[in-house]
């Protein structure tokens, strides 16, 4: 019936595009249906993505073709580099990595500015080319400077990256982290923090990817801060806690009622899978968190 249903849609768009305007509208809506019926049996209320450093024994062109029978449509943490694969197999990068500095030397530094400055001139325009819209940033480590200066000086830096975010139709995303157990000292490690510096810098052109492995460890009460402050969360990340492993039962985040909290605000964004597999077959795990997720 849904095939029927989805070829009738089909010829009734053809028969429709009699001008260049309507052509190009069924154009879009036949590359939405085709990926509908790659996403068998989802329900088409989350875009799903993929982190790949989580697969290091899986090749980006396997985990495209595996990831694409259950729904996926990005593979993400990618480099510039490494796009053209997705792109090759119809699906996009959805936040693009390669940032200077990487977790630890972040833009709390004046003196890394120029530098993560010189790379997003140069990164940006690549990204938008190739349609990824979204790239990576990180606040960098305390290393003893105080949170208030912390904030002041990634505001001073992301403000000299907007004219060019903006230039290039991008949005640059800060990850929360959390500092308990995988990154140590890592400065924006609480919403809260990351929500202030987003008012502070006061631009569409910059918002949080708010990982929900990360912020359970650090403070807990999810739901509540992504209906509070979900303006600000353009992005989220899956993960088990403890352990960081598959999201099932097998630990203590009930990731069904996140989603649909996240729905709820109206999100259009990607929520991609983040978790280190601890079962052999590391596809079938991935094909589980994406059908958890898919509320």
């Known amino acids: 019936m ?67 029978e259950f729904g996926l449509k990005s593979v993400e943490l990618l480099t510039l580099d490494q796009i053209p694969t997705v792109l090759k197999h119809g699906m996009t990068c959805a936040m693009v990595s390669g940032v200077p500095g990487g977790i630890t030397k972040g833009l709390n530094r004046l003196e890394h500015h120029a530098e993560i400055e010189a790379w997003f001139e140069s990164a940006a325009p690549q990204a938008a080319k190739f349609g990824c819209r979204t790239i990576i940033c990180f606040s960098g480590n305390r290393a003893g400077q105080d949170d208030e200066l912390g904030m002041k000086n990634c505001a001073i830096g992301i403000k000299r990256l907007l004219p060019i975010a903006e230039k290039n139709d991008v949005m640059l995303t800060m990850e929360l982290l959390n500092s308990k157990v995988n990154h140590p000292d890592y400065q924006c490690d609480h919403s809260k923090w990351g929500v202030a510096l987003c008012e502070t810098v006061g631009s569409e052109r910059f918002k949080l990817l708010y990982d929900i492995y990360h912020m359970q460890i650090m403070e807990g009460d999810m739901i509540a801060t992504i209906q509070k402050h979900h303006h600000w969360f353009a992005h989220y990340h899956t993960g088990g806690v403890p352990g960081r492993h598959e999201i099932d039962d097998t630990q203590e985040i009930y990731y069904p009622a996140v989603m649909k909290a996240i729905l709820a605000t109206g999100f259009k964004g990607f929520v991609a899978q983040e978790f280190i597999p601890a079962r052999p077959d590391k596809i079938a795990s991935l094909r589980q968190g994406v059908e958890i997720c898919d509320v």
């Open 2 to 68: 849904k095939r029927t249903a989805t070829f009738s849609r089909r010829s009734a768009l053809k028969t429709l595009a009699g001008t260049a305007a309507i052509a190009a509208i069924a154009e879009d809506l036949n590359h939405r249906l085709a990926a509908e019926d790659h996403a068998a049996g989802g329900k088409g209320n989350i875009n799903h993505s993929v982190c790949k450093w989580c697969y290091p024994d899986i090749s980006l062109d396997d985990l495209c073709t595996a990831g694409k």
